[in-house]
Every structure is written in C-alpha cells, then in structure tokens.
C-alpha cells in the first residue's frame, strides 16, 4: 500500500468477531492475533454473513483439511471480497483447480527451484547494499518505504526481463487489486487491464526477438502435448508472478525487520551466529505468515465436525494455522532457532507457493546484508508502524533508527 | 559409517517446500520441478541421524518417513 489514508467503503465496525468477523476492519489490520486467538476458542470453523457469507478455519487442522480439499473447495476466486463478478481473468495456477492445475503449474516451477535462485542471489545481494547506500549516511529511515519494498519488485523484474525502473507502477496495480480490489470492482479491473496491456506490450517485443527471461520461457513453453500456452494463459500467469512476487515479499521482510528492531536479543543472537539464519527465516515466516488465501465453497461438506455450505467463500489463513497452540509450542512467541517448524506460510498441499524458494533467497539475503551494515538499529519513537490491509499483512511504514542508542 | 535410518520421501505427498533440501542437503535432492527425494537408496549415515529426524518434522506434508531397521 502506497498510501496510509484508505479511500474503501466502510464496513461497519465489527463488535462480533465470532459472528461477523471482517479481515479489512481496522482492529484485525493493526493486530490480528488477539482475535484469531478469539475466534479459535469459539470454534475451528467460524462464518460471517460480510462478503456474501464468509468461513473462516481457525486451526491448523482445519486449515489444512480445506487445503487438501480441491474437490469441495475451489481455488478459482482466490481473494475474499464484497463482490463475486463473473470470472474473468484467470491467473493460472493460483486459480486452477485439477485437472487444469498441475500441467499450468509445472511450466513455473523449474525457473523458481532453489538452484534457478542461486544464480539470481548476487544480484539481490547487490540490490539490497544499492539501497542501504542511499540511507545508511542518514541514521535513520523508514525501512519499508527504503528497503522491503524495492527488493522483491527488482527482483523479479529482474527474472521476468522488464525494467527495474516500472517499479513504482507494480505496486500501485497490486495496492489496487489485493486492498482496494476488496471493496471496488472498479480498481481491480481497471490494473487487471493496466496489466495486461503491459505485458502483452512486451509478449509482443518477445515474439519479434525473443530474449533470456521468464517471459520469453513461458511465452515458448509447451503443454504434455506439446501446444504453446496461448497468449491468454501467457498473460495471465505473468499478471499471477508480478501480483504474488512482490508484496507478499516485501511484506516478509518488512514484518522480519519490524520484529528484530523491537527484540535486541534475537537481533544480537542473529549478528553472533548467522548460522540461525534458515532456522530464524522459518520462525519469522511462522510467526508472521504475511499471505491469506481464498477457497469458495463448491458442494455441501463439514471440516473438523462444523458443516459448511456451497454459496459461500472461505477466508484460508496460513497466518492463523501458524498460530494455532495445538501445533506449534509457544505459539505467540517467536522462537528463533524453533527446531520443529511445520509452518503453512507458503500453503499446503497442490497450491504450495510456486515463488517460495525466491521469497526464502530474498528474505535471507535482506535481513543478512541489512544486519551487516546495520547491526544495530531499533523503532524510532517519533514515527508510526502502519500495516497493509485484507490479504497480505506487513508493515507499510517503518521507521527505524540506527546505532545503539536507538 | 552406515546407520540404521532409513528414510523415504512419498512422491504423492511432496509438494515441493524444499524445507528437507535446506536442512539436511546430503540426504535429500530435488528434481527440475523442485520435488524432493531421498540420495540414493535412503540409509542415513549415523553421523546425519539428527539431521534426517530434524528434515522429517519440518516437512509441512508430513511426506518424509524415516524408518528404523
């Protein structure tokens, strides 16, 4: 989110959140843990009759039932909102369901494996010390508006072959489709062609002299049959990488930072032995999941004994299930070298996050570089923490100050 | 020196998290598709017990199974 003031339609305040619980109320955006504990005590499964009738698992039991369960819950809406139009933009696989999922998957996966990141990992180190260069001198920044946010959309502009400098236009289309989206048609659809009428700008460019990147990969890939994907397909997918690639990220990070500038002993433990790094990178993906997804209800079923009902849609938190005590000790608590650590921050099941292997490169190699020029570094009181609203969670200003007396 | 751990990846199970892969890189590899599966016929050397145990319950899909000859 680019800007703090939200310009949505207001719902009315939630004083029910095991009734009428809403993602988007303000409470739940500011901090969302009290009321998952809430809602988990009252039941693994809760309903509200906002967005056109809503559940909600509240464990991860219940979670991961709804996930492994593509026969009554479709992926095909993958984002809660007031409004369910007709379906047309697809953005395969995030919105397919078998049989179409796994051959429109398995054309993405082997560019994100952890090998294919490998290579991509110096440029990322080299992004992340080109923007501490620009604020270290001040002592001081607001290290969501500096850092987080520019890391992922370099980076997989990078991988996609656009440029870097479009930046700014990235994240204005995802503001628009996974915040405002929720509560305006009009918003959605009008970065939904914004988007489209970019990329199939450089499909184009591509078909004339292809080049080495990720659109050209996806625009010669073939199906088991060996038929191109299709322009539409094509399309859709590269609008599924720019959305998914870079706020979720960018949120990451910035909830890992937020966390290490307010708790110095997990900060001072990482700078000693950086050899906590993949333990602590999976602890704070746990602790603070940034992703929500979406099912809709296809036929009539129950999940942990509660019945559920085709008509509705289901809000899928992988940030609550992470916080469930039935499956994780200290659940609240963010445990830095956590040994057993079953997170669902990527998903579970077929729709596991296809970028997870790029998100896991970027965090780490963020808070690494981070914590090698600025060791030291805590909020700065005279500034204010702000977090993005509905379906990805991380802070959207972040102002931190450098040194130990901070 | 050859243990007594086995371990074997159930391939309608994984999905792909790689969390195996990233914990114990001498036991597990991935596939093009970034898919794990156990080197070799699955014996883990004493030495890597811990880390098969430690790769087994990080797993989300509880897809590794480690059996004890």
Request: glycine share 6%.
């Amino acid at each position: 989110m680019s800007d703090s003031a939200s310009i949505m339609p207001e719902h009315p305040p939630v004083t029910d959140w095991v009734n009428d619980f809403d993602h988007t109320d303000p409470t739940w955006t500011e901090n969302p843990f009290p009321i998952w504990e809430k809602l988990r005590a009252a039941s693994p499964v809760v309903h509200t009759e906002r967005f056109l009738g809503c559940y909600m698992p509240t464990t991860y039991q219940a979670v991961k039932e709804i996930a492994y369960d593509t026969d009554h819950f479709s992926s095909r809406r993958v984002i809660v909102r007031d409004m369910r139009p007709e379906i047309t933009a697809r953005a395969p696989p995030i919105t397919s369901d078998p049989p179409e999922h796994k051959p429109a998957k398995q054309v993405l996966l082997p560019p994100f494996t952890p090998d294919a990141m490998k290579k991509l990992e110096p440029r990322v180190r080299a992004i992340c010390n080109e923007l501490i260069d620009e604020f270290i001198a001040d002592g001081k920044c607001d290290a969501a508006a500096r850092y987080t946010k520019h890391i992922p959309v370099r980076a997989i502009a990078h991988m996609l072959g656009i440029p870097e400098k479009d930046g700014d236009l990235f994240i204005k289309w995802i503001h628009e489709i996974l915040e405002l989206g929720i509560k305006d048609e009009n918003a959605l659809m009008g970065a939904v062609r914004e988007m489209t009428g970019y990329f199939a700008a450089h499909l184009e460019q591509r078909k004339q002299r292809p080049t080495d990147d990720l659109i050209t990969a996806l625009m010669q890939a073939k199906d088991k049959d060996g038929n191109l994907l299709g322009d539409e397909h094509v399309l859709g997918s590269l609008r599924l990488l720019l959305i998914a690639g870079i706020d979720t990220t960018w949120s990451a990070i910035g909830s890992s930072l937020w966390h290490l500038a307010k708790t110095p002993a997990d900060r001072e433990r990482l700078v000693k032995e950086p050899e906590l790094m993949p333990l602590a990178i999976e602890e704070l993906l746990r602790a603070y999941s940034p992703v929500t997804m979406a099912r809709e209800v296809m036929k009539e079923t129950t999940i942990s004994g509660c019945p559920i009902k085709p008509g509705n849609m289901v809000l899928l938190s992988f940030p609550a299930a992470n916080r469930d005590p039935a499956m994780f000790p200290d659940a609240d608590k963010v445990v830095i070298d956590r040994k057993e650590n079953r997170h669902a921050a990527f998903g579970l099941g077929i729709h596991r996050c296809v970028g997870s292997n790029l998100a896991r490169m970027e965090m780490t190699v963020a808070i690494e570089e981070w914590l090698k020029r600025i060791p030291d570094f805590g909020l700065d009181p005279a500034g204010k923490v702000t977090w993005s609203e509905g379906t990805v969670r991380g802070p959207r200003q972040l102002p931190v100050l450098f040194g130990k007396a901070s | 020196m050859a243990g007594k751990l086995k371990i074997r990846v159930d391939q309608d199970k994984c999905q792909g998290h790689a969390r195996c892969k990233s914990l114990a890189p001498e036991l597990f590899d991935l596939d093009e598709f970034g898919n794990a599966h156990e080197v070799g016929d699955g014996s883990v050397p004493v030495e890597l017990e811990d880390k098969a145990w430690l790769a087994q319950s990080n797993c989300p899909e509880i897809a590794i199974e480690v059996t004890e000859e």
